[in-house]
């Protein structure tokens, strides 16, 4: 109790900072999580922190951009826990066709129970869009990441799939018309954001659509 209400005080007396007392470390981007650090920092020390791109404020750029046009919006989703939050905040602003492209998901079963509870999703929740299933192919996936199967979680295997996913909606955005793509995996803790956008923002170049950034 002592030490989260003291990481309660931190947040407010020194931040945006990471305040370090003996062997703890204080975060004040995450007052719940206390984790070892090194000893001997005074209380008072002001660590800066490594900078990079907000991609929740990037999107909020580009939001306030379209002045109620409502242009198409290509959004590649994987399931329909990560894609309800990210339909609410974006139905406002675009016309949305949902891409359901993931053969990194297995057994056939999973995959396709997934697709369906996506479909009873947009349809329960009201909001009408076309949900797009591509052919379910895992060797896609198999092919892609060879010789990647030991890599951990957030490795260089997840790369490969972020790609695989990203440059098969950016090619379909490309090719049926659409003004942006967009995916709802930034949502995910798991995954990562920067190298999300990087690339969707690279294949968007290749193929002549504009990836919307995002960290849902």
């Known amino acids: ?61 580009v939001l306030r951009t379209l002045d109620g046009t409502r242009p198409t919006l290509l959004l590649h989703a994987c399931c329909a826990p990560c894609s309800s939050a990210t339909l609410e905040r974006l139905a406002t602003y675009f016309d949305i066709t949902i891409l359901y492209y993931n053969p ?11 697709e369906a509870e996506l479909e009873r999703f947009v349809a329960q929740a009201g909001f009408h869009y076309p949900v797009v299933e591509l052919p379910y192919d895992p060797q896609e996936f198999y092919s892609a990441v060879k010789g990647l ?18 440059e098969q909606a950016a090619r379909y955005a490309a090719e049926h018309g659409f003004a942006w793509y967009c995916t709802t995996l930034s949502i995910s803790p798991m995954k ?23 960290e849902f």
């Open 149 to 166: 199967e030991n890599e951990p979680e957030k490795g260089a295997r997840c790369t490969v799939c972020y790609k695989l996913r990203l």
């Open 192 to 214: 990562d954001p920067v190298r999300l956008n990087t690339l969707g923002t690279e294949l968007g170049a290749q193929y002549g659509v504009q990836f919307l950034p995002s």
């Open 104 to 114: 990194n998901i297995y057994p056939p079963e999973e995959y396709h129970r997934r």
């Open 1 to 61: 109790i002592l030490l989260s209400c003291f990481s309660v005080f931190l947040r407010f007396i020194v931040p945006p900072r990471i305040a370090r007392s003996g062997t703890l470390c204080y975060t004040e981007i995450n007052i719940n999580h206390l984790e070892q650090g090194p000893p001997c920092h005074r209380i008072n020390e002001v660590i800066p922190m490594p900078n990079r791109i907000n991609y929740q404020l990037e999107m909020e750029k």
